[in-house]
């Protein structure tokens, strides 16, 4: 399985993202922002970083790029798109995915371990992990407060659309285990079709043990297991 | 020479952390008068010669397709002559 | 030309004469400018020269000293790291967000000028008391700007440091510190040579922002730097983040000659200092230069800091080469002038020369003065100040709680977690134990970093204080895991004109000096900030040390909290501690003085080495420097860190204080797998160095006994929750 | 009701990168009429019942301590009705 990486002007997880997958012995290629080619990637992470320096509004202007065309095609079709942090800014901001990022209730920038509760574990980018698992994995945002209106929290709810939500370590749902606002805790969140991920959380800053903690490859891994199994 | 003012804030359902926080300074700061702030943005663009229909019809483009987020944000704008 | 037209640009009229005697003719205004900001302090270090000469800048891993835009140490296998710090102080006091952020934009382009990539920043802190409300307004804006423009850029800021003290007040201090990684075969350097090899700007446009920021860095701070405040420059961190990978690409190709920053004086300096170093001279077009406002003149050309630019000299031919990899990134790269053999800086408008003055005048031929030094009066009487009459606090508990919770001691995560000290996935040990830690990709290495003074012992003492900054850093690496490598030092003073502040100068640089060279960390670059005063009143003195060293292995790797119940505790190199300048004696006596110890630094380098022996070994569990707030405090900071109690017996005929709150050097808190304490105090004794068996991790609590009586008893969640409260109660 | 509207602008010498980048955007999404972008900040406050005379001192009292960063912004205010 091969994974793509696009590098938009900004972004600077790339190398992160890149290394995380390629690390787990996967083939993984860069691709331009201004690339139209998906250089045949059979998942395409969009990472996280500052496109465009976050101006006017994060992931308003990386939406525009050229390879983002091909990305929404890809994805229409089935395609894997996993974005994370400034990655799930753009796709909300594409339209891939639905509902909008405010700034950070507390108005302050938060890196920190985050604990993440698995909500359905029945997605191609969580089907490694069990409904109720807490993992551990870092947050480092400023805009990380998901919003949307109650008609489409509704329906997020209702059709397990909502994979992550910040949690203590037992899996209670508290505001003080939310960092940044965030509606319902919502961290992370799949489109319809279940093959569009959006995350907050950095998954690919948790894949070795010298880093503090793997539980970001079983992400990955997830990824992969379902892609094999077709 | 045209220009525009668009004037962009967040919509009344959607709670403004930024607003509220400088409500609450002003208010320790001595101002209990202040029931409400909101914080906006503000976008001056240049737009060169034109005629008012045109750049009308433009800010409206430019505004639903970059510089408002329709999910969470309003906006309005004015033409100034200068 | 009036007198005042170069008093106002920060010359003196023998500086003036001087310029005129050189150029056997008067200069015009634009060749006063251009000589002003070149001979100003920030630039050509005209007071602080002699001192400097002070330090050691060799050894056998350096592979560039001082001189340059960055420092550079051979870390092995062809790699080396690269680093450097820089203050940013009165910007930051006039605007802390836009003057903390440039700080850190102007840190970077330094490191990455050289064809490093930036791996990781540190940024050394110092403010006014922390409950005053404009302290609190500075405290926020600057930590805002240097999270606004680390993060955005994407580079990890893993370690700093931050003091609270009311010198500070009107004059805070922001030194910002950047490290990255090179291979020794893609160093790039500042130089043009080549006669007819083109010069070009490339990066953001030039603008009025700053102008004259470089001299007005080198004056006292006073009200009418209100005035000034046309000298404030914004930060664009995404465009450094498209120059940092467009520059790093470019280098890689091979045809560069030289490039360096446009930071401080602009053009100028780096025009001139390129030139200079090259044995070159340039012709410049400046209407070539791409500006961002109309109507500028060559001096506001010359002058602008805008930020964002750096000057590039490529091998003749390869311009187009330079423009592709520009235009890729969104980026202008313009060809402005050439460089010519004459060593003659010969600046153009519209083919009209505007300026002309040999490179080499503007930088070896800089004025260089010996400042007279006085030892201050108030040195003799804090040193002699008599403390053995200080009333002993009943109880230590309170003092323990109160010193925890104090805005020094206190917990800076509320600082920290607004950085994004993760960003490239290679940071190993985070902020919160004494020195950061960052991965070396594709080897077992790490890189460990610190920043590291206090000012309080510069004060009392420049000399044993200077030297107790570095051997401060070098511990703080060293409990990490680390060998110390090198530094680079940040020089904060006040107005180097008066004597006093003159001989602090002096004599904290012999006391970095010396300790450099008995721990063989050589100093590789730096930066001098003097001036730092408001109305008269200077800081206190604070040459801020920045230290890197190497972890061989990453899986020996230490940090500071207690890792397991029943591991035993063990303190290497002093037991007891002083009062005089302590932290203690600061907060519960409210009084700075006393005859600091000095540090032995022959028995400092053994007891460094010999914990850095135990932890490769393998038989360390946590090692923690004791610094601020002595004993009872480093063994509370081990606890709070890991959730984990401890129980100590110490038995010693020492004030009970300065037992538990006195500070030392050369003191170093260890925890080893039970069982394992007495051998590790054996294997001391066999090499010199003291060390005592003090106690064990045990429960949830910090229990400590003294000659049998217990004197503190705290829960951990009570000392944690004192600790990390301080800084969000004041500041949130 | 009176309620307030400030706007908060970058002084004209002061970088908008900000600004600039939108630009650039614009241009490159077929907008090549904008020659410059600016952009600032509005604060929309509500100040109760009060004669106008003490709401614009208030204003410019609260602009000058709080919502404007005098170093590098500048700003204009309007009073509304509501
Ligand atoms: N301004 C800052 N930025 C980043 N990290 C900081 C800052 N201030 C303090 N820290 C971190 O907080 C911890 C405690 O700081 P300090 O008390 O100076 O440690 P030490 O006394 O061991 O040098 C260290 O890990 C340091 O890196
Ligand atoms: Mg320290």
Redesign the interface.
Known sequence: MKFGVVVF??S??D??CY??VKDLGHAVEYIWHKDTDLKGSDCIIIP???S??????SG??AR?SPVMDKVIEFANQGGYVIGICNGFQIL??CGLLP??M???????????DSLLKIENADTPFSNLLEKGQVIQV?V?H?EG?Y???SEGLKTLEETGRIVFRYSTSDGEITQDANPN?SVHNIAGIVNEAGNVLGMMP?P??C??E???GTDGKLIFQSIVARFERG | MLSARVFVTLKK??LD??GS?IQRALKSMGYPEVDEVRQGKLFELKLGDMEREKAVQLVEEMCTK??V?P??EQYTFELLED | MEPRVWREMGLNDEEYDRIVEIMGRKPNFVEVGIFSVMWSEHCCYKNSKPILRLFPTEGPAVLQGPGENAGIMDIGDGQAVVFKIESHNHPSAIEPYQGAATGVGGIIRDVFTMGARPIACLDSLRFGELDNERTKHLVRGVV?GI??YG????IPTVAGETYFHSSYQGNPLVNAMCVGLINHDEIAKGIASGEGNPVMVVGAKTGRDGIHGATFASVELSEESEEKRSATQVG????E??LLEACLELIKTGTVVGIQDMGAAGFTSSACEMASRGDSGMELELSLVPRREEGMTPYEIMLSESQERMLVVPKAGYEDQVKEIFTK??LEAVVVGRVTADGMMRLKENGEVVAEISAKALTDKAPVYHKEDREPLYYQEKKNTDLSHIKQKEDSNAVLKKLIASPNIASKEWI?????????????V?PGSDAAVV?V?GTKKGIAMTTDCNSRYVYLDPYKGGALAVAEAARNLVCSGAKPLGVTDCLNFGNPEKPEIFWQFKQACLGVADACRALGTPVTGGNVSLYNETTGEAVLPTPTIGMVGVVED?AYRTTQEFKGVGDEIIVVGGLAGSLAGSEYLAVCHAMEAGNISAVDLTYEKKVQEFTLEQIKAGKVRSAHDCAEGGLAVAVAESCVGSGLGAKLELNCDERVDALLFGEAPTRIILSVPAGKGAEIVDAAKLQGVHAWQVGYVFGNSLDVFVNGTQEITLAVDELKTAWKATLPNHL?
Request: glycine share 12%; net charge neutral.
């Open positions: 002007p900004g600077n997880c190398a992160d290394h995380a996280g970083g500052f465009y320096g976050d101006y006017l509004r308003a202007i525009f909300l901001e509902g909008a405010l700034r950070n209730n507390h108005l302050k920038f938060r890196c920190a870092p480092a400023g407060n919003y949307i209106d606002g950095h690919e800053r894949v070795d010298l880093l503090g | 359902s959607i952390p930024q926080t970059l510089l987020n999910v969470i | 805002a999270a606004g993060n955005a850029i994407g664009d961190p995404f465009m983040k498209l990134w969104g920290y977690r607004q950085y994004d000290h993760q960003v490239g996935a290679n940071t190993v985070l991965r990709r990453l949130d």
